[in-house]
Structures are given as C-alpha cells and as structure tokens.
C-alpha cells in the first residue's frame, strides 16, 4: 500500500485498481483519492460478496415452494358496487383532511436506457400544452394532487426521493412547475438516496473524470432514505403512504380506492399489479412461498395468521423456470396464468411497516450495466460492469396483512424507460397511452348528465391529453360546461370545476 496515502483505509480487493490510479495525473489521483475516503470498502466488499451470492442462489432455485398469491387478499376496483366504492373513497378523502396521508415519488433513477440529459419527471412529452413546464410527467403528477385535494378538502404532503444524479436539476424545475400546477413548495419535501460505487465483475470500484464512479443504490433504497424523516412525518400525524415510481405516465397519484381499500382492510403493505398474460413479458410476479423471516419481532396490530405462516415475494421474470412462467391457474376457468400478479413498483405502507423495515437493511442485488469508465490507460471506454441495487419489494417479507390491488394496465400502467427507437415503454408509446385514456373518458356512453359532455372529435382526442388539475378520473369530464376545440385540446377552458361525485 506504500503508493497510496495513509489516511485511505481500502481492502486487498480494491488495491489493484487504487495501484492503477498511479497512471493518472497527480491533479486527477488527488481527486480521486479523496473520493476513495467516502466509503466503507469492507462494507461494499461484503455487499457486493452477498448480491453475488443471492444471483447464484437465483439462478439455481426450483422455486418448489412457490404458490400463488391468495385470491382471498386480491382486490379489483371492478368488483366493488357503488356503495363500497364510496365507502373506500370517503375513507380516503377524510385521511386526507387530517393529514394523515402523504404521496412518495421515487425520481432517482438516472434514465440511461432513455438516453436522457435531464431526469425523467422533467423530460418534455408531446403532451399538447402552451406551458413547457406541463408537458411532464411530474406536472401530470402534481395536477393530480392538486385536483384529488380539491374533491377530498385537505392538503397531501408530497415527498420527491432524488438523486446524486437528479437532485439539482430537478429542484430548480420544481420550483417553477408547482406554481403552474396549483401547489405550493410547503407541502413538498425533497430527500435523496444513497450512493454506492459502481463495480467490475470482480467487484472493484470504477473511476470516471476526477471520481469513483457511483449510482443509486435501488428503488429499495428509499426505507434508508425516508428513515431519517419519519419521526417528523410522525409528528406531522402522517401514518399512510402512497409510493409510486416517477416513469408511470398512467400512475393514480394518491388513488383514493387504493388507499380506502388499504386502511379498511387494515393492510400494512399494498401493491397495485395489472395481470400477465405473456408468460415470458419481462415483468416480475407477487407470490408467497413459506421460509420463515429472519428479523426483529415487527409490532403491527392488525396480524393476518396467512401472512405469520409464509411471506410475499417477488420473483422476476428471470428467476422463475419456463414451466412456472407457463403453468395455468386450475382455479381459473379462462385459462388464467397462476403467477399472473404482475408487479409494477406502486405500493402503499404505513408509517409502522416503514419504521420496520428501515431497522431492518435490504440486501444488494447485482444489475449487470454498461458503464462508461475512464482508464488510466486507455481512456474512456465502455465497460461490462454492475451496479449494486436495492429492490424496494424485498421489504413485502415483513408484512403482517398485505393484499394486492389489481388495476388495468390499460388504465394505470404505462411506463418511460426507453427511447423512441425501442418503440415499447419510451416516449411515443406513453404519449398514445395517456391520450388512449383520455379519449375513453370522453367518449364514455353511460353519462347521465348529457348536456355537460362536449363530443370532441376522433381527430381532437388524438392530438390532445385532458388536464388533470379539472380532471382526476372521469368525474371531470362531467364538469366540462364549456369546451373550446381549436385544433387541440390544449385550449380546454373549464366554466365550472365544481366537486362532482365520481360514482
């Protein structure tokens, strides 16, 4: 270790690559050197020793134990008569007006497979709007908040997770788009996620100009995250949240069904899910299977006996065999698959959970990466690398009363992840999502309140997206008394916004 500085504490895995910064300029290795004191490396040798054992222990499991997720916790919006769903939506309505409530939007993730120079939440969609600062996904999310506030009486706290790699642009962004949208900063809270230093196949750390190079630890980073918050969103009397990813165009920010559902049910953790049809789509399934939890007894008052006896999982598409992935519900009389409950990164916990499972750390997982890298001799190159992650569903083996939301991915799920050329899950295809919604909105048959509705043309539709700070679901369209179409339904003009039943 002669070559290095005393006051750097590096293990033997790292030193070959702190032995190589030697190739860099004096000004360079100073920097980097620096950087090299940020971290724990036993800590990230041992991560990293961990993930890879969970990847093999992935890549050899039978799954044997594996069962489907019980129908008796499955619930489906559809299924509710009009009385259960006013009773779920009043539950929510009156949480709000106490502040008992809170929306998290995780907006860490730095968007490489989009190509992206700005973060997600404020990349510009073909949306249709005068004002740059609405054509984005954060303002459709913040239109939300700011109508479901209006329809319930009461103010949600809006929490954003950032990044390293997001944080400042999308402060800066924010501050202006909040206005547009009706809100105000004094209900929003920004906090970020960990770091950790992006790793070879060998698990040694990566330089870039002037630093190691890091990324965000997951989506499951969020618990070590908010952990430091809880204790004043406690006092704040928040006990419900609403956490969904910043990528969905299609997400129900603060869904009041969702959330009525929740606290009647007396759920501690929730997860929306569309269904799988394609057993091989790349999405991941919720399941249980029965190995016990190793963790600190966690307290929650309201302990369902299926869920002391076995634990919620997700399994990702690459973790299940090809014959599971295949196999029929018997259950089922239209030929359902029996894993078909589809994860899609939107979930509901309490404060109780969440203070759980922040005492109680995730594992690291490994995501193998292209990662562009400055070599002390060849220069900047691209490199098979990994970056170590936490998956936020890791914590579902904690839950005492968990149960599944199903929704229509039609409806609720369209995420942002690629750029055009891939033609699924990129900016096109979220576009004609929205739009798709919005047109099935208007052109609904069974209004009662006929001479609100304005029939805009198929050619109008498609152009445009209804603004959500007039229209949370349907329920706004009952509102439209006064609807000027040129050309575009960007000139909506809204004559009355009066609080509507939705029903």
């Known amino acids: 270790m002669e070559d290095l500085p005393k006051d750097i504490n590096i293990t033997s895995r790292q030193k070959p690559m702190a032995i190589n910064l030697k190739y860099f300029n004096e ?4 920097k980097i050197y620096d950087d090299l004191k940020r971290f724990n490396w036993e800590t990230i040798d041992n991560a990293f020793d961990e993930a890879k054992e969970l990847y093999e222990e992935a890549a050899n499991r039978t799954n044997s ?21 006013r009773h779920h939506r ?11 409530f809170c929306v998290v939007t995780l907006a860490g993730g730095q968007a490489s497979r989009l190509g992206a120079s700005v973060p ?9 709007f005068e004002n740059e600062y609405q054509n984005s996904l954060f303002y459709l999310q913040a239109a939300q908040i700011y109508r479901l506030q209006q329809l319930a009486g009461g103010t949600i706290t809006w929490l954003i ?12 962004w924010f501050s202006e788009m909040i206005q547009v949208a009706g809100l105000s900063m004094q209900q929003v809270i920004f906090f970020t996620q960990d770091e950790i230093p992006c790793l070879d196949k060998n698990g040694r750390f990566l330089t870039g100009h002037n630093q190691v190079l ?24 928040i006990k419900y949240f609403h956490v969904y990813c910043v990528d969905n165009i299609l997400a129900r920010v603060g869904d009041p069904i969702f959330l009525g559902t929740c606290i009647n049910q007396k759920a501690d953790c929730a997860a929306k899910t569309v269904e799988k049809y394609d057993p091989h789509e790349k999405i991941g399934v919720i399941c249980i299977d029965h190995k016990p939890v190793n963790s600190e007894h966690y307290e929650f008052p309201h302990q369902n006996d299926l869920f002391n006896k076995s634990r919620v999982r997700v399994i990702e598409y690459s973790e299940i065999s090809v014959d599971q992935a295949e196999q029929l519900d018997p259950y089922s009389d239209d030929q359902k698959l029996y894993f078909r409950d589809g994860n899609i990164a939107n979930h509901f916990f309490t404060v109780e959970f969440l203070e759980h499972v922040h005492n109680n750390p995730l594992p690291y997982h490994i995501a193998a990466k292209k990662i562009k890298v400055v070599d002390p001799k060849a220069g900047e190159i691209t490199i098979d690398g990994i970056k170590l992650e936490r998956f936020i569903f890791d914590a579902f083996v904690y839950s005492k009363n968990f149960l599944i939301y199903e929704v229509d991915r039609d409806d609720e799920f369209a995420p942002l992840k690629n750029n055009d050329q891939a033609r699924v899950d990129c900016p096109s295809s979220c576009v004609a999502a929205i739009k798709r919604l919005h047109k099935k909105w208007i052109d609904a048959k ?3 309140i006929e001479d609100y509705i304005y029939k805009c043309s198929d050619e109008i539709t498609q152009k445009g997206v209804l603004d959500p700070r007039f229209c949370y679901e349907a329920e706004g369209v009952l509102s439209f008394k006064q609807v000027q179409c040129q050309n575009s339904l960007k000139n909506v003009a809204i004559a009355d916004v009066s609080n509507v039943d939705v029903d």
Do not use: C, H
């Open 120 to 128: 997600k939440g404020i990349y510009p969609l073909d949306l249709g």
């Open 90 to 100: 009043n539950t929510a309505y009156e949480s709000i007006r106490k502040n008992e």
């Open 161 to 172: 997770m950032t990044s390293k790699a997001t944080d400042k642009d999308t402060k800066k």
């Open 446 to 448: 069974d209004w009662k």
């Open 214 to 237: 890091t990324s965000p630890n997951g989506n499951g980073g969020f618990y070590d995250a908010i952990g430091p918050l809880l204790p004043k969103l406690r006092n704040m009397g």
């Open 27 to 30: 000004e360079t290795r100073n």
């Open 65 to 85: 134990d594996l069962e489907q997720f019980p129908r008796s916790r499955t619930f489906r919006r559809v299924d509710y008569t009009d009385a259960e769903l």
